[in-house]
């Protein structure tokens, strides 16, 4: 069964993912990255624009299906050594997250809607990731067959 995934990074991290096929969630825990199966989904939501800076971003940066079978640890600097697992992206337009609110129903809370982010990486029901997939591509990747 498809599951469908929100992982959060800033929108410089998640452009290098982008450009390298990959995605490393929770500052590169594997454990987050084995929960995902080959054929699930996941939507990127990057509250900043960089990482420990204050430019916000507040919008969905990408959109991937798991194509890796592996989470794998990747040598990125000397005593990091964060996890990685394989995404085919797809090109799509970075969308605002505070128009669609109230449609989407894992904010339990529209007041306080970034507690719904608080882990870093949460499963969303299905209406929720089609949602915010036609607003990035204008269609449902998940039912297309190319």
Not at 37 to 59: H, L, N, T
Not at 84 to 95: E, K, M, Q, S, T
Not at 108 to 125: Q, T, V
Request: glycine share 8%; with cysteine; proline share 8%.
């Amino acid at each position: 069964m498809r599951r469908y995934w929100i992982g959060l990074a800033s929108r410089e991290h998640v452009r290098l993912g982008i450009a390298g096929g990959f995605c490393q969630l929770c500052h590169g825990k594997a454990q987050p990255l084995r929960r995902m199966s080959m054929g699930d989904w996941i939507v990127y939501y990057s509250p900043g624009e960089r990482f420990r800076e204050a430019a916000p971003c507040q919008k969905f940066t990408a959109i991937g299906e798991v194509v890796g079978a592996d989470t794998y640890p990747f040598d990125m600097a000397p005593g990091f050594v964060p996890y990685r697992r394989d995404i085919r992206f797809l090109d799509a337009a970075d969308v605002p997250i505070r128009p669609l609110l109230d449609r989407l129903s894992f904010i339990a809370d529209k007041n306080r809607w970034g507690y719904a982010f608080r882990f870093g990486h949460l499963e969303i029901p299905e209406p929720d990731f089609k949602l915010i997939a036609t607003e990035m591509l204008g269609y449902d990747p998940a039912e297309r067959k190319d």
